[in-house]
């Protein structure tokens, strides 16, 4: 099984890192087209989005994304991830011509908590991992600011939604990565697993 990870910009080695504590299959890091295709899954780091988006595009890898999403490969979006996931932006992704993948059903605020506060913990309890909440960690964290029918909340935090899945599609408003708690890629690679075997 092959998992890649988008390494255009952002936190790509922390997600490598974590992946490699539940997933024993081969990791790649992606930085051209050509590599989504033959990925079982894929995982968009948070970063900055509006340069992870512009590269996404002009390097040819949003629409293989896309592409193969439609096949229903599991991806994982995990802060600027989840901006990019969603099919509606805020004004200020309007204002900066920003076109994302659209692949998930919610319309997001880029920078909902990073307003107010730049980063964060929250310890968050999540329906599909058992143990005890999970230590959030938040950075000029964006949120989902309302979802379609299809998509499931799994978290919410204040009036936001934090976490959410639809279909083999996970965003999450905070960075896993950043913690040495790897039950969020254990439930991604739970996913991944039930795919391939379908
Ligand atoms: N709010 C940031 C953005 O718009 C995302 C922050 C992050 O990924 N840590 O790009």
Known sequence: MKIGVIALQGNVEEHVDALSRVFDGEIVKI?????VPSCDAIIIP???STTLCRLAWSEG???EIIGRAMQGMPILGTCAGLILL??????????TG????????TAIDRNAFGRQRESFESPLSLPFI????????FIRAPAIVSAGDGVEVLARLDEFIVAARQGNIVALAFH????????IHKYFMDIVKKHSRN
Do not use: S, W, Y
Request: hydrophobic fraction near 30%.
């Open 31 to 35: 930085k051209h087209k050509g590599i």
């Open 46 to 48: 948070g970063g900055e």
């Open 61 to 63: 890898i949003a629409q």
């Open 86 to 95: 969603a099919t509606r932006g805020d004004d200020e992704v309007r204002k």
């Open 98 to 105: 920003q076109k994302l993948l659209g692949l998930m059903d």
């Open 130 to 137: 058992e143990g005890g909440p999970f230590n959030a960690v």
């Open 176 to 183: 896993p990565e950043l913690t040495d708690d790897a039950r």
